[in-house]
């Protein structure tokens, strides 16, 4: 694995594992108030209870930052991991009232902390189009 794929697949892997650790065990207030948020960029989410979300999001983000993290896991699946994971955020960002200017895509002063996520939706592009990196592949600037 090149190290430029390495280091963008542990710096999110490691954020999203400890942030999905981190949401093991989430009350059922808090996973009330996530799930409402996580409902309008999907809004299948919001037929879970709060105890179902709760698991959902904490493994979901364990299973996508280990995917990031684990080196047998081949780059191409850990960007799709990530890019459903993103993807899903940005999707929430977009259509969440109050989140963005009138343009539908600036964000405002509280939309901005959700906006930094389609940092991660370009990682998981970046990953999706990484070369491979074994024996005989190019890189790009090869090519």
């Known amino acids: 694995m090149a190290l430029s794929t390495a280091i ?3 710096v ?3 954020f999203i594992l ?3 650790i981190s949401k093991l065990g989430m009350d059922a207030g808090t996973a009330e108030a996530l799930r409402g948020m996580a409902a309008q960029g999907v809004p299948v989410l919001g037929k879970l209870t709060p105890e179902q979300f709760a698991k959902f999001i904490s493994y979901g983000e364990i299973a996508v930052g280990a ?13 799709l991991a990530l890019a459903g994971f993103s993807g899903s955020l940005v999707s929430m960002y ?3 009232p109050g989140m963005t200017e009138s343009d539908g895509v600036r964000p405002t002063q509280q939309g901005t902390a959700v906006a930094k ?7 998981a592009a970046a990953l999706l189009v990484a070369q491979g990196g074994g ?3 190019k890189s790009a600037v090869e090519a």
């Open 94 to 96: 977009l259509r969440t």
């Open 18 to 20: 400890n942030s999905g």
């Open 8 to 10: 963008l697949r542990a």
């Open 12 to 14: 999110p892997g490691a």
């Open 135 to 137: 024996k005989g592949a």
């Open 67 to 79: 995917s990031l993290l684990l080196p047998f896991v081949p780059t191409k699946v850990a960007g």
């Open 117 to 123: 996520d389609s940092w991660l939706l370009a990682i």
